[in-house]
């Protein structure tokens, strides 16, 4: 609670009401208020205050004075009116007819609604820093992009280049957070997310959206297609998505209103200045962002921090023990050699589902498959020069394989074509881990065969075998191109050589003289 009676002793003791209200974070007319208050109850001097302490001084503020009221009346308990509008669904006049009903039942006279309400303004006016009438405490965070970018010089680039920043408000105390990203897709959506959370050191219960792309993959007003990231995201957290209407800014008028408080008090500062880096302006963002969340709300007597610590933070879902790893999901086909392909690597899958479409969700650190909304397999995400990640157990048993295909039939195969190719395969076989990560370069050889035949395909293999003692798919692939362009490349037609041009008007023999038997 605020120590009030501190502040009317800063008057009494000679210190004006501005500075008294600059000292203590308060407003002027919050200072005015008491002071008035305090002669009203005929405390003049220094010396009538000392003997109170704030909780008398504090309480009796909430007392109409005695020409406003009826002492027969009975005075709503204004504390737990303030505590239950906190809650979802309760309204002032839910809570007026609840005081009336517990009145009616002890014999009190009761206030009627317009001074209930009346009362309450003052009450809140003066010991808090919100009114719940319209947004209640954690209920929801609404997130939008800024529509100005701000511009920074870029090192790497060498060159000028715009930053978008991220906006979040919570509607209640107005506790705005903002961050630049250097674009506006959607990892800089989720990590935007993830860190207001961070900052409020909660999470709300709903998030309000605007409907794009990064957010909601097909806008709908009854069942709106969200992204899955996004999706994922919340569900970790534990909140809800409930996006805006299409073209509906009223759905969020926090979020549009700090979006234009963030750009008038902090990208319009900037706008003149000279920003070297990205790290320069993700701080002087910051910088901005704790002026407008530290200054003293339009009215009140109290700022968005102290008002969001003191009557929403409590209500705040807490944030689990680490924060969301941005995940990116895709699909692939099960391979014959038990194996789905991610960004050129490949994860092993247990063998049941040879042939099988599954969803990948793939993170920095892990890779994890689903098949049916089932987690199938798991794999550490590989990176570097290591190609398979392999578990031993989603192999068939036995080494058998899909079509009955194994090392002894390839080499088989391969023999058919020529020694050459038999070196190759078994090269391609010794070299793996587990053979079955051979399987996929040794169908791509077979494919060679179908395309270019079998002599090429042998001779192809010797000449590899002559350049390197580990030959691969891709080599021999590139040499039989190679054979296959020169063979089709057409000769360009010798030119005939050309006749001259007779030109102009000739002089023959007769006309100088000469015979032109002779």
């Not at 007819?97 to 014999?107: A, D, I, L, P, T």
Request: charged residues 25%; positive net charge.
């Amino acid at each position: 609670m605020t120590d009030y009676l501190t502040i009317v002793r800063a008057v009494y003791s000679g210190l004006s009401q501005r500075q008294a209200a600059a000292t203590h974070r308060v407003s002027r007319n919050t200072v005015s208020l008491l002071v008035r208050h305090a002669k009203a109850q005929g405390w003049l001097t220094l010396e009538d205050l000392n003997g109170l302490e704030n909780a008398t001084f504090s309480a009796a503020l909430i007392k109409p004075e005695s020409h406003d009221r009826d002492e027969t009346f009975k005075m709503p308990d204004y504390e737990k009116v303030h505590a239950e509008l906190a809650k979802p669904h309760v309204t002032l006049k839910l809570l007026w007819e609840e005081y009336v009903e517990e009145c009616q039942s002890r014999g009190d006279r009761f206030y009627m609604e317009t001074q209930f309400r009346l009362y309450y303004h003052k009450f809140a006016k003066v010991h808090k820093a919100t009114i719940r009438l319209e947004h209640k405490p954690a209920l929801s965070l609404e997130v939008d992009w800024a529509g100005s970018k701000i511009s920074y010089y870029d090192p790497e680039c060498g060159k000028m280049t715009e930053a978008s920043l991220f906006v979040s408000v919570l509607p209640c105390s107005q506790l705005v957070y903002a961050e630049p990203f250097r674009d506006e897709k959607l990892p800089s959506w989720i990590e935007g997310h993830v860190h207001a959370f961070q900052y409020f050191g909660g999470v709300p219960k709903t998030l309000v959206p605007d409907n794009l792309k990064a957010g909601v993959r097909r806008p709908n007003f009854y069942e709106p297609e969200l992204n899955k990231t996004y999706q994922e995201m919340a569900a970790y957290y534990g909140t809800v998505i409930l996006p805006a209407r299409v073209r509906k800014p009223k759905d969020k008028p926090s979020a549009e209103n700090s979006v234009l408080i963030a750009s008038r008090k902090i990208l319009a500062r900037l706008r003149n200045k000279e920003i070297l880096s990205f790290v320069d302006l993700q701080d002087l963002i910051r910088s901005g962002l704790e002026k407008i969340n530290e200054a003293p709300l339009s009215g009140k007597s109290e700022s968005r921090w102290s008002s969001y610590l003191a009557e929403e933070k409590d209500f705040m879902l807490p944030l689990p023990q680490s924060p969301y790893e941005l995940a990116q999901w895709g699909n692939a086909k099960v391979q014959p050699n038990c194996h789905i392909a991610y960004q050129r690597k490949y994860y092993s899958v247990p063998y049941e589902y040879l042939g099988e479409r599954v969803d990948i969700r793939a993170t920095r650190s892990a890779i994890e498959i689903f098949y049916h909304h089932q987690r199938i397999a798991s794999h550490k995400m590989l990176w570097g020069k290591s190609i398979y990640s392999t578990i031993q157990e989603h192999m068939p048993p036995g080494k058998t394989f899909f079509a009955d295909w194994n090392r002894g039939r390839f080499l088989s195969w391969a023999e058919k074509t020529g020694p050459a190719t038999r070196k190759v395969i078994e090269v391609i076989l010794d070299r793996a881990i587990i053979e079955q990560q051979a399987y996929r370069s040794c169908f791509g050889v077979l494919n060679l065969k179908e395309k270019y035949g079998a002599q090429r395909l042998e001779r192809a293999s010797g000449l590899i075998l002559e350049r390197t003692s580990s030959p691969t798919y891709q080599q021999l692939k590139n040499i039989l191109e190679k054979e296959q362009n020169e063979l089709t490349k057409t000769p360009k037609p010798i030119e005939a050589k050309r006749q001259p041009t007779n030109r102009g008007f000739q002089r023959g023999a007769d006309y100088f003289g000469g015979d032109s038997d002779a």
